[in-house]
């Protein structure tokens, strides 16, 4: 079966023999535990350094590395490549997956929603290619960057389902799965 074919259905699923209905979303979760719970921070955060890494990797290319490690964070929960399973490289090696709160598979335009504050990270990383007025705006930049991190960190931490700003815009959340 196709990788949509199983999002599709997954709407729709039947109920199991617990009477719940289970889903592809959470991968062994049933669609009554995807809307409770708090993915473990720990798990998160190393998520987070993976894609860290990754990001500023790419960034380290001359002039477009800081464009693509932004689009990387901004699509990586979305992509349809088979490897990541709709979810960035950091979240597929620590076995958590980003979900729609309306059971709907992740796409694009949610991870745009969902991640747009860190791509000021890239943007910083492409400033510093640019003499003097990039130089400048890097300050300005870094210090909103720095300032949205924040932020998603102390939402993170404190909502009990552990959703961030970025989540609630996209209607998402992050739970834990077993592949």
Known sequence: ???QSRWTESATDAPNANGRAESELGRGYDQGSIGTGKADLSKRFIAAVIDCAIGFAIGLI???????????????????????????????????????????????????RRNWMFAFGGVVQLLMFIPILGWLLMIPVGLVALALGLLE??????????????????ATKVIEVGS
């Open 1 to 3: 079966m196709d990788q």
């Open 62 to 112: 001359p002039f477009i590395g800081g464009l693509i490690g932004a689009g990387y964070w901004l699509v990586r929960d979305g992509l349809e490549i088979e490897f990541m399973d709709r979810r960035s490289i950091g979240k597929k090696v620590m076995k958590l997956r980003p979900v729609r709160l309306d059971g709907q598979p992740m796409d694009i335009a949610t991870s745009v």
């Open 153 to 170: 960190l102390f939402k993170v931490v404190t909502d009990p389902q552990g959703r961030r700003l970025g989540d609630s815009m996209a």
